[in-house]
Each structure stands twice: as structure tokens, then as C-alpha cells.
């Protein structure tokens, strides 16, 4: 599976920006996808997650009810709504995603779990 993230930019506080990973090469709904991200000099951070089969969603702390994770219709793009935007979102977003061997596994914000990864897309946010 190859990803490829694309969509970050330079906003100001308060302001809206939609992150979308594509994905090429999975072939099935066993698949969990996830945003993460990393400031400059820090650890690379979990942000959301969804589980394709009943599109469960999982969110850290610091963004729930501000971001949104979703696919399309295909599940071959998953996408990430930011509202709300603060300086402190400021970071490189990666996509990842997880094969899993059952429809039903839990989702997990540990990075360790994700098998692919795209390249970041830059975010920064100005106060």
C-alpha cells in the first residue's frame, strides 16, 4: 500500500484546512487509516483514526471536536478536517495505515502498529 498525503498549508488561527491521503494498493476493509503528527522538536504525536468496516473513529484529546477524520465513498482517500486551528496544531501531518487480520480490531494510536506511512504534508498555523 502507498500513501500520499497532500493538502497542508499556512492559515491563521481559528481558520479550516482539509488534510487527504490517497491510498493505492489495498485490497481490503481489514484496514484501519490514521493522521499523525510531529512538531519541531517534539515526538511525533497520534491525531485520529478510523476503522473502514463500520467507520469507528478514534481521537487524541487535543483535537476532538475540532478535527474530523473520514474517507470517501471508495475508501481509497482519507480525509482529515481541521477547524478551529490553533498555533499549537502547527506540525508535519503523516497518514498511516493498518492492515488487520479481523473486521472488528480495536483501534490503536500507537505509531508502532501502522505498517504504511506517506510523507508529510506541512501545516503551520499562525496566531
Known amino acids: 500500500v502507498q500513501l500520499q498525503a497532500f493538502g497542508g498549508g499556512s492559515v491563521q488561527a481559528g481558520d479550516s484546512l482539509r488534510l487527504s491521503c490517497a491510498a493505492s494498493?489495498?485490497?481490503?476493509?481489514?484496514?484501519?487509516a490514521a493522521w499523525f503528527r510531529q512538531a519541531p522538536g517534539k515526538e511525533r504525536e497520534f491525531v485520529a483514526a478510523?476503522?473502514?468496516?463500520?467507520?469507528?473513529?478514534y481521537y487524541s484529546d487535543s483535537v476532538k471536536g475540532r478535527f474530523t477524520i473520514s474517507t470517501d465513498n471508495d475508501k481509497n482517500t482519507v480525509l482529515l478536517r481541521m477547524n478551529s486551528l490553533r498555533p499549537e496544531d502547527t506540525a508535519l501531518y503523516y497518514c498511516?495505515?493498518?492492515?488487520?487480520?479481523?473486521?472488528?480490531?480495536?483501534?490503536?494510536?500507537?505509531?508502532?502498529?501502522?505498517?504504511?506511512w506517506g510523507q508529510g504534508t506541512e501545516v503551520t498555523v499562525s496566531s
Open positions: 478510523i476503522r473502514f468496516f463500520d467507520d469507528n473513529t
Open positions: 494498493g489495498r485490497t481490503s476493509n481489514k484496514y484501519h
Open positions: 498511516a495505515g493498518r492492515p488487520t487480520g479481523s473486521f472488528r480490531v480495536t483501534l490503536t494510536k500507537e505509531a508502532n502498529n501502522y505498517r504504511f
